[in-house]
């Protein structure tokens, strides 16, 4: 039984964009052997592939935006970044312990968390431990939760920055398969803000944003 004459895949790209094929491929007049439909199918498929890789990339390149902004005459920090990732998602890595324990913190540092209660009047705290072994606490509380929209936290370390009240609202806006976050950190005072600025936030932020894309792929691939 003769083997039917395999054809490369660009000569069936060519042959969907109206250039001929080879002849004997043909069963009759006006009809395709059924593996020219099946490479078309193919080559096709690929085509657009290819489109949704490239539009990945460029989507992936895109999104490492994080901006910080500080007022020189408010006593604020506002920051955005976005995320390509649903916004139920995204809440989810921001809320619940075992994810903010992969990506609090600076790069290095081991997290304990012992309280996370997500809802109004909930208490949470993060013990995290550096490669020094300095133990840094991190403390607050819940004043406002609408899932997926928006929390609002109190934010201050154990031992530090008494009398202090850090009070943080983060918010979520999904855009088709991107997610805009925001945050708005409120100090008591410039001085204040100034001194968290210099402490190595973005440092710390920009970490943390990047495990979350991280922590964010898994999840997509899981669901």
């Known amino acids: 039984m003769q083997r039917p004459k395999v054809i490369a895949l660009s000569d069936y790209r060519r042959q969907r964009d109206g250039e001929a094929l080879h002849p004997k491929l043909g ?7 059924w593996f020219v439909l099946y490479w078309r199918y193919w080559a096709e498929s690929l085509d657009r592939l290819d489109a949704y890789l490239t ?9 490492d935006n994080l901006k910080i902004d500080a007022p020189a005459n408010e006593p604020i920090v506002i920051a955005t970044r976005d995320f390509a990732a649903p916004r139920a998602l995204v809440w989810k890595v921001m809320t ?8 609090w913190g600076t790069e290095g540092q081991k997290n304990v968390i012992t309280a996370l209660d997500v809802r109004p009047g909930g208490k949470w705290r993060i013990e995290s431990h550096a490669a020094d072994g300095n133990v840094y606490i991190f403390v607050g509380e819940y004043r406002e939760v609408s899932e997926p929209e928006k929390f609002v936290w109190t934010f201050g370390m154990e031992n530090m920055f008494f009398g202090k009240t850090l009070v943080e609202t983060h918010t979520f806006e999904e855009d088709g398969a991107v997610t805009h976050y925001k945050s708005v950190s409120n100090y008591d005072s410039i001085e204040d ?3 968290m600025v210099a402490s190595g936030m973005e440092k710390g932020m920009r970490h943390g944003f990047a495990v979350m894309d991280q922590l964010l792929a898994e999840l997509a691939q899981e669901a």
């Open 96 to 103: 619940q312990r075992e994810h903010v324990a992969r990506w």
């Open 193 to 195: 803000r100034d001194g």
């Open 55 to 63: 539009k990945l990339k460029e989507l992936k390149m895109a999104l």
């Open 27 to 33: 069963q009759a007049a006006g009809t395709e052997h």
